[in-house]
């Protein structure tokens, strides 16, 4: 892949970029996509390094420096929004601030291949890096696929939904897919590339079709509809020749497209059976309840949205009764950001890339410094994203960190051929300003979200941990010790960061466990947890569990009318969740007299959620009781 000639020579500066770019990537895409908080605790650090590096260059520099690209400025308004959205709109912000720095590292990666990496080898290096990615988690998907269909990366346990689907070292099958669906398309367009050696002709090739291939190993529907339609419209847009003959490209693409598919239909029974259950759901069962949901939150809150991360939350009051399944996130990024960021953040975002896009689509004279600028391969980066975008109405895929970053790089690399070509030589004033900025961030990674993320991973750990408990048959001492190691943990994760309410929450849990080794401590532990939930109730009002949790903790105490006020305030908040009724069950069943009540909340504990094994076992004791003389 040779470069064109440019007077624009690498600087060190630069290169420590795409080393520290690359780094993170890598890091963040073999280690489940960024999707543990333990991942994220680097992929940050590197991060916020790979920002203060670029300010640090612009800082100490001495010679000319193209001016900051135009698009690098469009994005940055929804970051203050969103920002403002955190501390004064959303109800959970330590979920918020999470939220807000994934948006954060997604333009911080577009602004950094803008600004800082503009030389050809080191640009060539960066899509090289991310190309040699994609291959490794094909590789790893192929293995999952074909050698141990439950593997997953970290030592992890594949879901049972996706056994026999690649998702590479992703969780998720689809987001292999979205994740390969930006890079095929430029390298299939190497493969034809005018001037270049046949070598290179052939590396894209392979390359294209190695992808290609664990495209088809994900067997992704969304990722297969999304390439299918991009490339029927390639012609249409990128053929040249008159309108006619695009349409005539567009129709014989068509075909081409149609004709694998069906191939695929007839040749692989698991395509073909994601295909028929897709037709007899008539198109998709749980999405649609989700994409309601967000809407439903969107309408009562069409400006400002209901809060940046709150979807998860907000979304109890409009559950569905045969809906019980936990979302985190709305499966559709476009209704997502729409339910926590309103009309406003949707627009600030969602508006300004797609003026992003079209005014680089439009510009006159664009840049060619090297074979990414030829008109045929930013042509092919521009369909990836496309199809990548058309997914995020299937998907989450901007919440994933790796993702983000992939759609950040790619975006960068062909919304730079817009750039003027204009050099300045930076004043002291601009220079003092980047070195502030450099130390900004790294300040702010140490006093803020280094701490953030490690007590979510301490949290996040602990409460697998004890979660493993309802599912696992454990001895007491075993309990004993792993809710003594949780408490522990949690302890240390609301020092690392007291707003974390779901780890104040996770402590009262884990002091309430610890009265069933200890049942002599009950009153004791149930005073501690309520402090513990208590101070969960004062980062947030709105999520169930804190009042669960607290409730619990009055009923171990013997405080039956102050916990049957929380577990009411519980019901209010979510009144078709499975869970909160059987907390609410189980409350009633205290009372001795009459276990009528406690049998008709277990009753529909159950309706709601009939495999709930503590709420069988609960209705199993209670009817055994109401039979008793």
Not at 14 to 22: D, H, I, K, S
Not at 173 to 191: C, E, V
Not at 390 to 415: E, N, R, W
Request: hydrophobic content about 50%; proline content about 5%; overall charge positive.
């Amino acid at each position: 892949m040779d470069a064109a000639p440019s007077s624009h020579r690498a600087s060190a500066w630069e290169w420590a970029q795409v080393l520290l770019l690359l780094g993170s990537f890598a890091w963040t895409t073999l280690c489940l996509g960024g999707f543990r908080p333990e991942t994220m605790l680097v992929t940050s650090g590197l991060n916020a390094l790979l920002l203060a590096v670029h300010f640090a260059g612009q800082a100490v520099s001495r010679e000319p420096q193209p001016r900051l690209h135009w698009a690098g400025w469009c994005l940055l308004p929804f970051l203050g929004y969103a920002f403002a959205n955190v501390l004064w709109v959303t109800p959970v912000p330590w979920i918020g601030w999470r939220d807000w720095l994934g948006w954060t590292q997604l333009i911080t990666v577009f602004w950094v291949v803008l600004n800082g990496i503009r030389s050809p080898r080191p640009r060539s290096w960066v899509f090289g890096g991310v190309v040699l990615v994609a291959f490794v988690t094909v590789v790893l998907g192929c293995y999952q696929r074909f050698v141990k269909p439950d593997w997953l990366m970290l030592g992890r346990t594949q879901a049972d939904q996706f056994v026999g689907r690649a998702s590479g070292s992703f969780g998720i099958p689809n987001s292999l897919a979205a994740f390969l669906l930006l890079l095929i398309p430029p390298l299939a367009a190497l493969g034809f590339r005018r001037g270049a050696a046949v070598a290179q002709r052939l590396l894209g090739g392979y390359l294209a079709l190695a992808l290609g291939f664990g495209l088809v190993l994900t067997i992704s529907r969304g990722g297969f509809i999304a390439l299918a339609l991009v490339l029927v419209a390639w012609p249409l847009f990128m053929a040249p020749g008159s309108g006619w003959r695009r349409l005539a490209w567009t129709g014989l693409a068509g075909l081409a497209v149609a004709a694998a598919l069906m191939t695929l239909y007839l040749a692989s029974p698991n395509v073909r059976s994601r295909f028929e259950q897709m037709k007899a759901d008539a198109g998709e069962r749980t999405r649609p309840i989700m994409w309601r949901g967000a809407w439903q939150i969107f309408r009562e809150h069409p400006a400002w949205g209901g809060g940046a991360a709150s979807f998860n939350v907000l979304f109890e009051k409009f559950r569905p009764n045969q809906f019980q399944d936990e979302p985190i996130w709305a499966h559709n990024d476009y209704v997502n950001t729409l339910s926590d960021y309103g009309a406003v953040g949707f627009l600030l975002f969602f508006g300004a890339a797609a003026g992003v896009a079209w005014r680089a689509w439009r510009w006159k004279n664009p840049r060619v410094r090297d074979w990414l600028d030829e008109p045929l391969v930013a042509g092919a980066i521009g369909i990836g994203l496309l199809a990548f975008a058309l997914q995020l109405f299937v998907d989450f895929h901007f919440k994933i960190p790796a993702l983000a970053m992939a759609c950040g790089i790619m975006a960068g690399l062909v919304v730079q051929r817009s750039a003027n070509e204009e050099t300045v030589r930076l004043g002291a004033v601009t220079r003092i300003i980047s070195a502030l900025v450099a130390i900004g961030v790294l300040a702010g990674w140490v006093v803020w979200f280094g701490p953030m993320y490690r007590g979510e991973a301490l949290r996040y750990s602990a409460r697998q941990s004890i979660n493993r408990l309802a599912v696992t048959e454990t001895d007491k001492t075993e309990m004993a010790a792993t809710v003594v190691a949780a408490r522990a943990d949690l302890t240390q994760a609301v020092a690392s960061d007291p707003r974390n309410g779901q780890a104040w929450a996770d402590l009262a849990y884990v002091i309430s466990l610890q009265a069933h080794v200890t049942p002599e401590r009950t009153a004791e532990l149930g005073r501690e947890a309520e402090r513990a939930a208590s101070r969960a109730l004062e980062t947030s009002k709105v999520v169930p569990e804190f009042w669960i949790r607290r409730g619990v903790a009055l009923d171990m105490q013997g405080r039956r009318g102050d916990a049957g006020a929380d577990f009411v305030r519980a019901l209010t908040l979510a009144p078709a969740n499975g869970l909160v009724w059987f907390y609410q069950a189980f409350h009633l069943s205290l009372n001795q007299g009459d276990p009528g009540l406690a049998l008709a909340a277990v009753d529909f504990s159950l309706r709601l959620d009939p495999g709930n094994r503590e709420a069988q076992s609960l209705r199993k004791r209670l009817a055994s009781s109401r039979r008793e003389p």
